[in-house]
């Protein structure tokens, strides 16, 4: 069971920004821990692309930034390009789980 | 390079057992708390067990525990999971992945299937 909610799908044009919000509560993200994104491109392993809430893993594209406050984190892409079409999941830590969990996940579409 | 190969997937009956394998090279296996992430066919991940770098702390999702055991092997470099009592919702491309806090990096999965 997913704690961490997103929305099921984002759509842009190719050079159009794009968010990708990851709700949380006050067990979670609400609770400060951190927030990390991954990118899982079709038929493959999903691949680390935020950690520590807005840093970037070399090899990543300053195209994609998160942020985090309060019980929320968002994911945003900006210059969205035809090859960042895949899903995207946020994932954190849960104090009442005492565990670590990811959202509901959310496919993003290139136009 | 940090690579992680896993391996032991394949179908089984439910109420069945499997063992799963992960095969890590690139880094120093001892220091790392290593973790079991899954996802169903066409479903969104879930975060199943993780196991400190010494074996002492160890965490299981409420869906597997009683029935998955997680375990390492330091001087073998390889990470284990044992699936007992599989069911039909167990059926998903099982990951392992080096856990410091966040999955970096991911193995390619191995499938496992569980219908009669």
């Known amino acids: 069971q997913s704690v961490l909610t997103q929305p099921p799908s984002v759509s842009g044009a190719p050079g159009q920004r794009v968010t990708i919000s990851c709700t949380g509560s006050s067990s979670n993200i609400g609770a400060g821990y951190d927030v990390h994104w991954y990118q899982q491109l079709p038929g493959t392993a999903p691949k680390l692309l935020i950690y520590?809430?807005?840093n970037r893993p070399s090899g990543v594209p300053d195209r994609f930034s998160g942020s985090k406050s309060g019980t929320s984190a968002s994911l945003a892409i900006t210059g969205l390009q035809a090859e960042d079409e895949a899903d995207y999941y946020c994932?954190?830590?849960?104090?009442?789980?005492?565990?670590?969990?990811f959202g509901t996940g959310t496919k993003v579409t290139v136009l | 390079q940090v690579q992680l190969v896993e391996s032991g997937g394949g179908l089984v009956k439910p109420g069945g057992s499997l063992r799963l394998s992960c095969a890590a090279s690139?880094?120093?296996?001892?220091?790392?708390?290593m973790s079991w992430i899954r996802q169903a066919p066409g479903k969104g991940l879930e975060w199943v067990s993780y196991?400190?770098?010494?074996?002492?702390?160890?965490y299981y999702a409420d869906s597997v525990k009683g029935r998955f055991t997680i375990s390492r092997d330091n001087a073998k470099n390889s990470l284990y999971l044992q699936m007992n009592s599989l069911r039909a919702e167990d059926t998903a491309v099982y990951y392992c992945?080096?856990?410091?806090?966040?999955?970096?990096?991911w193995g390619q999965g191995t499938l496992v299937t569980v219908s009669s």
């Open positions: 520590g809430n807005s």
């Open positions: 196991i400190s770098s010494s074996g002492s702390t160890i």
């Open positions: 690139g880094f120093t296996f001892s220091d790392y708390y």
């Open positions: 994932q954190s830590y849960d104090s009442s789980l005492s565990g670590r969990v």
């Open positions: 992945a080096r856990d410091v806090g966040y999955g970096d990096p």
